[in-house]
Nanobody, 124 residues
Framework: QVQLAESGGGLMQAGGSLRLSCAAS???????KAWFRQAPGKEREFVAA????????DYARSVKGRFTISRDNAKNTVYLQMNSLKPEDTAVYYC??????????????????WGQGTQVTVSS
C-alpha cells in the first residue's frame, strides 16, 4: 500500500502563487505521480503528471504554462507549483500514484492510490 498526504492548499488572490506538496509513505516505489482536482459540482479532472524519474511530464491545457509538477524521490515527495492563479483554479486538489512507472496518464482510473485532498481557493 502507498499512503499519500497532500499539503500546501489555502486561500489566495487571483494572480498569486501556491505550492502543493504530496508526501508518500508505505510502499514508496518509483511510481508515476499526478495531480487531479475537483471543483464543486464538477467531475474530477486531470491537472499534471510526472513519471518516475521526472523525465516525462504532462499537463492539462488549462494549466500549461502556469503550473509546474516536479518530484524529489529522495524525499518521496511530489510538488505542484501553481502560478498566476485564477478563480477557476478553485478546487480540491488530489495527489495520485500509478503503479506503472513510465507513463504519464491523464485518466483517473489508471491511478491506484489517492490522497485525501487539499483545498485551494482563489478569490477574484
Amino acid at each position: 500500500q502507498v499512503q499519500l498526504a497532500e499539503s500546501g492548499g489555502g486561500l489566495m488572490q487571483a494572480g498569486g502563487s501556491l505550492r502543493l506538496s504530496c508526501a508518500a509513505s508505505g510502499r514508496t516505489g518509483m511510481y508515476t505521480k499526478a495531480w487531479f482536482r475537483q471543483a464543486p459540482g464538477k467531475e474530477r479532472e486531470f491537472v499534471a503528471a510526472i513519471n518516475w524519474n521526472g523525465a516525462s511530464t504532462d499537463y492539462a491545457r488549462s494549466v500549461k504554462g502556469r503550473f509546474t509538477i516536479s518530484r524529489d524521490n529522495a524525499k518521496n515527495t511530489v510538488y505542484l507549483q501553481m502560478n498566476s492563479l485564477k478563480p477557476e483554479d478553485t478546487a480540491v486538489y488530489y495527489c495520485a500514484a500509478d503503479v506503472v512507472a513510465w507513463r504519464t496518464s491523464s485518466t483517473s482510473g489508471d491511478y491506484a492510490y489517492w490522497g485525501q485532498g487539499t483545498q485551494v481557493t482563489v478569490s477574484s
